[in-house]
DNA sequence: TATTGTTATACTCTATAACTATA
DNA sequence: TATAGTTATAGAGTATAACAATA
């Protein structure tokens, strides 16, 4: 527990947004060990699960993650056979990232780790504290833009 | 914005944490650009910046960063001439991390960094919702131990 | 001209395990 | 026996710049 002359004078959000990042991020690697998956792999699984098709560029806005990066995770995906690319009629220049068959039965253990960590974590968590957490990381992802 | 139905059913919350925490560093790194500092090396300054030595158990736990990281980040920081590492009286196996002069103006400077993103992105945020930001910061990490 | 996605390079971060010194 | 910290290795993430294809 931060000191109260801190928590007022110093900057405090953005060090408890990281640690709990890094923290939460290794219990779910753990958790879905058997699994065989890197954090970037979970994240972008766990956002592919809803079974909505993404181009490369929605994904990356959505997992915060760059072009870049996303190119090696994909790959590796496609390889497992969890997710294909496929030719976007809409834009000859972009592909749609869809989820195979075994990797939307992937997708679905990786949300479930995702959604039991949340429930665990957040059982004692009232509504509205919830509702300050999300406007808050909404500022603060607005302000970095 | 997500959907309703996206909110009352799917996991959320740790799919938001990763993504601010990815944009807040980009846009860290990016407004402190002459400093050449890795995301790691500014959450490690960030955490010094209060001037309290730490020893690299303790500092691992603030910032979440795994011990064998925390080694490396260490080391090019010590190079720099940002950071010593004090013998440890009461514990002979450990260091205290302390900053150097030149390590307490480039820490300073990183907290102001990361004290002017909180101050942006947090203007409009209710001290009602920082609070539920950060219980449930606490009660994430609480249940990833 | 700008954007989407990939490639290339060099460096940083991570997981894992082994190791030394101290507790 | 357990813990603090480092080292070693291999793989994954990052910034940056360049590139082809398409808009």
Redesign the interface.
Known sequence: MKSED?LST??W????????????????AASLAELDLTASEI?TL??L??GRGRTVRQLSL????RGTTLTGVLDRLERRGYLTREPNAADRRSFRIALTESGRGVARRV?EA??D??R???A???P??????????A???????
């Open positions: 801190e110093g900057p959000a953005l060090l408890a947004l990281q640690r709990a990042t890094h923290r939460t991020l290794q219990a779910l994240n766990a956002n699960a809803d959505d997992t915060g993650t949300r995702v959604a960590v949340e665990t974590a957040l004692g968590v009232s509205r504290q919830l509702d300050g957490y999300r406007a808050v990381l500022a603060l992802q607005e302000a970095s833009r």
